[in-house]
Every structure is written in structure tokens, then in C-alpha cells.
């Protein structure tokens, strides 16, 4: 509809939309030419730049699913998601060369396209899907369970136009607005933001990193609109501001990843920065409850209500709708949120209530119906955003031929939110050091426990579960 608006500004420059589809047209064309046809799984480990914008947009084009990998993940995390989603194709970088070489040679069936060589394959014109249908997988994102390995989560085209909209509906259009995106387009923290730019048409800032200072200069210069941070980008943002304050044309961030400290909360208020704080996961494609700004003092600490169309209860223990303030299971439902995980039909009960989401999560409901969040996914740790599953943490450390069992649960931090800390029974003597440097290339560096507490006995009950509590109070 507006072809020659921004579509994109990356590193100081501006592309249209026009200029946007023509570059990932070409794209659609070489991955076409590689093999990719609609429904085809392609894996991405690229970082944030306009060519991933651009790879993304063409496999849209051409009706290829994108599985979208953390480029924070070590070579071991990334080969089980490429195994466990079988994809054939994996689009990646040079300067994640070293990863991918040992990637490549335990996988025999991956074919390895090199974004700064992928032009060089011959063109063909892409057949270009004229339909979107909404029930069609758009990307997977691969999110830990509380079992340990990772599940890739399927996310619609609906599921992520719903999202868009709920979101509309909730923060309006503006003709004047952008968004500035320093989070990971491989997250739905970042993901949500290009599909909210295609969907609105509008202005999508791109940074490759988060840098306070840049981003508050670009906010100016840019007459930025919206923005999406977690609590530990909003700290720096708030150290780096000083005394400043944003402009008037700055209508809101966008606050996820985990509650935020009251402080937080009460600095953005302080300092006239609209905040709305949010609930939501992969799994519901961004935000699925907003707490809008007029309630941010009112309501401190809540996440507030769902989006429209999406609806939210409280379960108790014995399966019954709970009342006001009685805690519980958070289920959602809506057509932002998931169909299930991918090669996991089978376990789609598990996750699964009458086509309510368990979330897994643990909070209840005010009198007027404002969501308090009071534990993530019980074990979940939120390290600057990211989430972080203890058992995955165990399973490395126990793999370790001189340790016996583990546990691991996650602490508060000033910079971070929470770290990870690890209690390790040993069958011999072993160092701190020796443990973490075992951990180190088998586990993303923000997963690598912080501490390690050798003890006499890991905490179980009769059925052997590990009782994270137990260890709470052991520290």
C-alpha cells in the first residue's frame, strides 16, 4: 500500500518498502534456485542486520519456514536443534565459521549457505506465494522446557498477526510511529517487531547490538515512537539518561522478559517514560497481557490484562477456576498462541487443556482482573531477558564422569535479574574451576553457572524429583 515509505533504517541508512521487496525478491529467487519451496524447514543462525531482515521477508515470499536459531548457543546446543528439526538448509554467517564447522562435520545431510556468498548461485525467478494462508507455520523458535531439551515452538502466520493486532489494538497507529528494535531478530522479542513493521507499515529502527547511548541518540534523531527492552536494558538506559529525559515524540516502552523490580517501575514514572509492562513467551508469538501506563502506578508489579481476542485464566491446584488473588496455574488461549511444537504431536495433552495453553506459570488475578505474575515456569531462570532451564544446566554438569548429580537454581542479580548457580555432588575431588571450564563450549556463556557449591547430598524426594527448594534454603 505505501511502497515508498521507510521501511527499514539500518546503520544510518534508509530502505522502502519497495526497495525491501525487490531485495528479497532476488533473495526468494537464489533460495528457490538452492531447492526452498513452501513448507520447506530453513534454519538461520545470522545476526541482526538488514540482510537477515531480508532473508527472513524472502522466505515469507516463497512459503519457506524459518527455523530461527540463537546465535548465542554453542555448537553442541545448535546441532540438537538442527537434528531435533530435521532441516536440510541452514543459512548462516562468517563470523559464526567456527561453530559451524564442527556443526557441519556430525551432520552429513545439512546443505551450509553463506550469506556473503549466496548471490553467487544463479538466479531464478521465485514463484511468489499471492496467498497467506493464516494457519500456515511462518517460523519456529526453539525454547527450553523444563525437561532440559529445547522444543521448537510453530508460529503461524495467524498466531503472528493476531499478535500485531492485539497489539494495535492495545498501543494504536500512529501515522509518525517507529519502532526500535535492539533485541535479537531470532527471538519473538525481535521477530514481532519485523512482522509489526510489515503488518503496519511502518518504520522499523534496526540495531545490530544495545548501546544506551546510541539507542537514546537515535530516539532523538529519529524521532523513535516505541521500543522493546527487557529490565536489564531499561537499567542501562536509565543509568545512560542521567538527568536527560526522551522526548515527547517517544510514546512508549515496551517492557518483557520477566518481571521488573518496583524500582524500575518507579524511576520510568519518574522520569515521564510511559512503560508497559508485559507478559508473554514464544509460545504466544510476544505479548499476550499488557498493563497500560495509567495503571502502572495503581497496579505496580502487574502485568496487566490480555490482549484482545486473547483470553487468560487461573487454575488451582484441583482444576477449578480460581477466584481473586487465589494462585495458580496461568492458562491462555487466543490466536496469537500456539498450535504445539514441532515433531511433538504427540505430546500436544501435555501442553494442552480444551485449546487452553499451559503455560506452566504461576500467578492469580486482582478483583478487576489485572495479572501478578509470581513465578516463571517454576524452575525458569530469567537471565537480561533470556530464559534459562536449570535441567539443561544439570544434564551438562552430570555428564561429567566425576560428578554424581547436580542442581541448579538461579539467584538474584543486580545486572542481570538472576544467574545460575550450581550444587554438584563429585565422585572425586574436583575445583570450581574445573566444573565451569566443563560447562564452557557445551553451554551458551549467560547459561554458564556463576557459583558452584560442592555438597554432600543433592535434595530429592522418593520419586527422585529434585527439590529446588531445599536448595534455596541450603544457600
Given at each position: ?8 533504517r ?89 561453530k ?20 553467487a ?25 523444563t ?20 497489539s494495535?489494538l ?21 521477530y ?14 534496526l ?41 515527547t ?36 508469538s ?40 487465589q ?46 505474575v509470581?513465578?516463571r515456569?517454576?524452575d525458569?531462570?530469567?537471565s ?79 520419586s ?12
Amino acid at each position: 500500500m505505501t511502497p515508498n515509505r521507510v521501511a527499514i533504517r539500518f546503520e544510518g541508512q534508509n530502505y522502502t518498502y519497495k526497495q525491501l521487496y525487490e531485495l528479497s525478491y532476488r533473495k526468494a529467487g537464489y533460495l528457490q534456485k538452492l531447492g526452498v519451496k513452501k513448507g520447506d524447514y530453513v534454519a538461520c543462525l545470522l545476526k541482526n542486520h538488514l540482510d537477515t531482515a531480508v532473508v527472513l521477508v524472502s522466505l515469507q515470499l516463497i512459503g519457506g519456514v524459518a527455523v530461527l536459531l540463537n546465535n548465542r548457543l554453542t555448537a553442541e546446543e545448535l546441532l540438537w536443534q538442527l537434528s531435533d528439526s530435521k532441516t536440510g538448509l541452514l543459512i548462516t554467517e562468517r563470523d559464526f565459521v567456527e561453530k559451524i564447522s564442527v556443526v557441519s562435520s556430525q551432520l552429513d545431510r545439512l546443505t551450509l549457505v553463506w550469506k556473503e556468498t549466496i548471490d553467487a548461485v544463479p538466479f531464478e525467478e521465485p514463484v511468489i506465494l499471492e496467498e497467506i494462508e493464516l494457519q500456515a507455520v511462518c517460523t519456529v523458535m526453539y525454547t527450553s522446557g523444563t525437561t532440559g531439551n529445547p522444543k521448537g515452538v510453530l508460529q503461524t502466520y495467524g498466531n503472528h498477526w493476531w499478535s500485531a493486532t492485539g497489539s494495535a489494538l492495545n498501543l494504536g497507529i500512529h501515522e509518525e510511529d517507529s519502532w526500535l528494535c535492539a533485541v535479537p531478530l531470532f527471538h519473538i522479542s525481535g521477530y514481532s517487531i519485523l512482522m509489526r513493521s510489515l503488518i503496519y507499515g511502518m518504520k522499523l529502527v534496526l540495531h545490530d547490538t544495545f548501546q544506551p547511548d546510541k539507542v537514546i541518540k537515535v530516539i532523538k534523531d529519529e524521532k523513535v515512537t516505541i521500543m522493546s527492552v527487557v529490565t536489564t536494558m531499561m537499567i542501562r538506559l536509565l543509568d545512560s539518561l542521567g538527568e536527560e529525559k526522551l522526548p515527547t515524540t517517544f510514546r512508549c516502552m515496551l517492557l518483557g522478559g520477566g518481571p521488573a523490580p518496583l524500582s524500575v517501575l518507579e524511576q520510568c514514572v519518574e522520569r515521564n517514560i510511559p512503560i508497559y509492562q508485559t507478559y508473554g513467551m514464544t509460545e504466544t508469538s510476544s505479548q499476550i497481557v499488557t498493563l497500560a501506563p495509567e495503571y502502572s502506578i495503581e497496579k505496580l508489579g502487574s502485568a496487566g490484562k490480555p490482549l484482545f481476542p486473547s483470553q487468560l485464566k487461573i487454575i488451582a491446584a484441583d482444576g477449578s477456576e480460581a477466584g481473586a488473588y487465589q494462585s495458580g496455574e496461568i492458562i491462555v488461549k487466543g490466536p496469537n498462541v500456539t498450535k504445539g511444537y514441532l515433531h511433538r504431536e504427540h505430546e500436544h495433552e501435555k501442553y494442552f487443556l480444551d485449546g487452553w495453553f499451559k503455560t506452566g506459570d504461576i500467578g492469580y488475578l486482582d478483583k478487576d482482573g489485572f495479572l501478578f505474575v509470581q513465578d516463571r515456569r517454576s524452575d525458569l531462570i530469567i537471565s537480561g531477558g533470556e530464559n534459562i532451564y536449570p535441567a539443561e544446566i544439570e544434564g551438562v554438569i552430570t555428564s561429567h564422569p566425576q560428578i554424581e548429580d547436580a542442581g541448579v537454581i538461579g539467584v538474584a542479580d543486580p545486572k542481570w535479574g538472576q544467574v545460575p548457580v550450581a550444587f554438584v555432588l563429585t565422585k572425586a575431588d574436583l575445583t570450581e574451576e574445573e566444573v565451569k571450564e566443563y560447562c564452557k563450549g557445551k553451554l551458551a556463556n549467560y547459561k554458564l553457572p556463576k557459583k558452584v557449591y560442592f555438597v554432600e547430598q543433592i535434595p530429592r524426594n522418593a520419586s527422585r524429583k529434585l527439590l529446588r527448594r531445599v536448595l534455596r534454603e541450603m544457600l
